[in-house]
């Protein structure tokens, strides 16, 4: 528990949602955790599969989910580098609830195309 200025306790989430984004926060471990849900995957492949990330980026949001136990990562020492990726089970817990949510992608993605047309009209209009 946390303790606001007063010295009250309080949560340090507000629900189970605002506590799996602060797992999940940024734009690409979502991503992440919905290829290495589907096998164990080298570095190059992971990056080719979550698509147009920086290395920097990746790298970055690697590690925090290994600082978080979300994913293990193996360096098998070899000259060149071979490194692989997969879930620890806690990383599993979560893959798995990410499921019902890329299905609900999957099923309204002409929806959010048509989401995203609007977003880009509106942004044209207030930079014009």
């Known amino acids: 528990m946390n303790r606001d200025p007063m010295g009250m306790k309080k949560d340090a989430f507000t629900c189970g949602l605002d506590a799996a984004l602060f797992v999940l926060g940024g734009k690409w471990k979502p991503l992440i955790l919905f290829h290495l849900a589907h096998g164990t995957r080298r ?35 070899e000259i060149p580098p071979k490194v692989e990726y997969s879930l620890t089970a806690f990383g599993k817990t979560l893959g798995k609830a990410l499921a019902p949510l890329c299905e609900w992608g999957t099923k309204y993605s002409s929806d959010v195309e048509a989401i995203m047309a609007r977003r ?9």
């Open 43 to 77: 570095y190059g492949e992971l990056r080719r599969a979550v698509g147009s990330v920086s290395d920097k980026v990746l790298i970055q949001q690697l590690k925090e989910l290994r600082a978080d136990r979300i994913i293990d990562r193996v360096d098998f020492g």
């Open 120 to 128: 880009k009209v509106r942004e044209h209009r207030r930079a014009a």
